[in-house]
């Protein structure tokens, strides 16, 4: 890994550390083009909300487990 990809994961870090779970597994499924974002392992989601920007929010006894980002890369930075 370089110095490029460190300096990219670095930039993550003011983010990750304001998000109200303590661990977070990530996943990106490149031919699909979707992000998976996990709170919770194993996560048994029982129900999921599809938003209007192609987000899935997944749930667990009504508590958010994950989200899955549809389209990722052609995502950009706000």
């Not at 983010?15 to 699909?32: G, H, K, M, N, Q």
Request: proline share 4%.
């Amino acid at each position: 890994m370089g110095t490029l990809e460190i300096k990219k994961i670095l930039e993550l870090v003011p983010d990750l550390v304001e998000i109200p779970f303590s661990r977070i597994w990530t996943s990106y499924d490149r031919e699909a083009d979707v992000l998976y974002i996990n709170f919770k392992k194993p996560s048994h989601a029982d129900d999921a909300e599809l938003t209007d920007d192609d987000i899935i929010i997944r749930y667990e006894g009504g508590k958010i487990v994950g989200v899955t980002v549809l389209h990722a890369s052609k995502r950009k930075h706000i």
